[in-house]
């Protein structure tokens, strides 16, 4: 599978750059960017409001091929996010990069038998996107393992 999902984020890659401006869809850059901008606030207003299903439904399809809907939504984080903000956007063909600053605090994380907590802090965030479709989705990113389905 992963071979696959390599080869399909490569030949996605080299299309980009042998077809001519404009034939690749029907959206010009500056549409694109808008799109993107717009995805990425909903991703971080459904963070925010910890909602599950919408940041499920917004990553990329091989990650959503691989985990199951019900049993990511269920599963319980203990970290909250507050003001999310983007701050820079780099699209590369069919692959963006965002940089989006937010500030964080975990909640009764359990650390050997311990429950623990860290106040809020802020940091900067760098997300990886992918056009297909005509729209944007979200690199999947196993925040346990730092992996993802798909290399783009």
């Given at each position: 599978?992963k071979?696959?999902?390599?080869?399909?984020?490569?030949f996605?890659?080299?299309s980009?750059?042998?077809?001519?401006p404009?034939?690749?869809?029907?959206?010009?850059?500056?549409?694109r960017?808008?799109?993107?901008?717009?995805?990425?606030?909903k991703?971080?207003?459904?963070?925010?409001?910890r909602d599950r299903?919408?940041?499920?439904?917004l990553?990329?399809?091989?990650?959503?091929?691989?985990?199951n809907?019900d049993?990511?939504k269920?599963?319980?984080?203990?970290?909250y996010?507050?003001?999310?903000?983007?701050?820079?956007?780099?699209?590369q063909?069919?692959?963006?990069?965002?940089?989006?600053?937010?500030e964080?605090?975990?909640?009764?994380?359990?650390?050997?038998?311990k429950e623990?907590?860290?106040?809020?802090?802020?940091?900067?965030?760098?997300?990886?996107?992918?056009?297909?479709?005509?729209?944007?989705?979200?690199?999947?990113?196993?925040?346990i393992?730092?992996?993802?389905f798909?290399?783009?």
């Amino acid at each position: 599978m992963k071979v696959l999902t390599t080869m399909i984020a490569t030949f996605m890659l080299f299309s980009c750059a042998t077809v001519t401006p404009g034939a690749r869809d029907s959206q010009s850059i500056e549409q694109r960017e808008k799109l993107l901008r717009e995805r990425v606030i909903k991703m971080w207003d459904a963070m925010v409001r910890r909602d599950r299903e919408t940041v499920y439904d917004l990553h990329d399809p091989f990650g959503r091929a691989k985990k199951n809907k019900d049993a990511f939504k269920g599963r319980s984080v203990p970290v909250y996010h507050f003001n999310p903000k983007v701050e820079s956007i780099d699209i590369q063909c069919n692959i963006a990069t965002v940089k989006v600053k937010f500030e964080y605090e975990l909640r009764g994380v359990m650390v050997m038998g311990k429950e623990v907590s860290q106040p809020r802090k802020e940091t900067i965030g760098t997300e990886t996107w992918i056009f297909m479709d005509n729209t944007w989705y979200r690199q999947y990113v196993d925040n346990i393992t730092d992996s993802s389905f798909a290399s783009y």
